[in-house]
């Protein structure tokens, strides 16, 4: 499994607060299939003074999910990563039992949207057809398309002990995050999810538009490498929502760390499954919200 690198290439400074970017002067082009960012002609508003120039923007494109040549869910994603997407998806939101179920994952991309074409045990499948799902998901959506409040809100196994975690060793990681998100550096418009073992730092991340997204590009991408779920633990730059808490929680990932605020939801679930729930961590501080054991 390869550890994410630095950026290539150096971030762009970000904007001051004051400057404002007009969108009406894109131009209406497609987006160039499996492209992360796109240029655009912006007009700049700074202290008083306006300025023509371009500005990197994330992309975000219509991506299918199908089994066995059924749909079941289109969510708005980043389109990079989506085999490891497919993966993640499949495990975290329970619909295999493990990854030995997954059969197979081919990505075809058109010109403004991707299908991802997964193939899973047949037993799986069948299952899968009885709570088949053909929604639109949005990038900041909450219990993404399930139909009815049972199939969203399912009650996690109990966590493995997973790993022990010092503070320093946290903090030492949520330092390390920012120069491991290139897409972030260029857009200053998605989020990250990291992988993280004790004593060895961060070893694998991934970017997309939506959080939930970018959770199961990691998962998937940690599966695909045979990563031990229970040696180390996810840090997101996003909130903890409830479904954030549960796509770990699905996969055996014991210990969860956002830079952002937890919901009540999230906190009663991390308590109910035993998984140690960390918030407003930053590289000096974190709050525990449930089983603060697991950190020394």
Same mark, same amino acid.
């Given at each position: 499994?390869?550890? =994410? ?6 971030? @762009?400074?970000?904007? !001051?607060?004051? %400057?404002?970017? &007009? *969108? /009406? ?120 398309? =399930? ?6 809100? @399912?009650?996690?196994? !109990?966590?493995? %002990?997973?790993? &022990? *975690? /010092? ?130």
């Amino acid at each position: 499994m390869e550890a =994410a690198g630095a950026p290539s290439w150096r971030a @762009r400074p970000r904007k !001051p607060f004051f %400057a404002l970017a &007009s *969108v /009406s002067m894109i131009a209406e082009q497609p987006a160039a299939p499996g492209a992360v960012s796109a240029q655009v002609d912006i007009e700049r508003w700074s202290r008083g003074a306006l300025a023509h120039a371009t500005d990197l923007v994330a992309e975000e494109v219509p991506v299918a999910l199908v089994y066995h040549d059924v749909p079941h869910v289109v969510m708005l994603a980043t389109p990079a990563d989506l085999e490891d997407y497919a993966v993640g998806f499949t495990l975290s939101e329970g619909l295999v039992a493990d990854a030995q179920e997954i059969r197979g994952v081919a990505v075809t991309y058109g010109a403004a949207s991707a299908d991802v074409h997964i193939t899973v045990a047949w037993e799986r499948f069948t299952q899968l057809l009885q709570r088949r799902r053909n929604l639109t998901g949005r990038t900041g959506c909450g219990l993404c398309g =399930a139909e009815r409040a049972e199939d969203a809100i @399912r009650e996690c196994a !109990p966590v493995p %002990a997973g790993v &022990s *975690v /010092s503070a320093a060793d946290l903090h030492a990681a949520i330092e390390q995050l920012s120069g491991r998100q290139p897409i972030n550096a260029r857009t200053g418009s998605v989020h990250a999810a990291a992988w993280v073992v004790p004593g060895e730092g961060i070893k694998v991340v991934r970017e997309d538009v939506g959080r939930h997204n970018a959770l199961d590009k990691t998962i998937g991408a940690l599966s695909r490498a045979h990563a031990d779920f229970t040696a180390g633990y996810m840090v997101i730059t996003s909130r903890a929502s409830y479904e954030m808490v549960q796509k770990c929680a699905t996969v055996g990932i014991s210990l969860l760390v956002a830079l952002s605020a937890p919901t009540a939801f999230a906190v009663r679930l991390a308590r109910r499954a035993g998984l140690t729930l960390v918030a407003f961590a930053r590289a000096d501080q974190h709050v525990v919200y449930a089983h603060p054991h697991r950190l020394t």
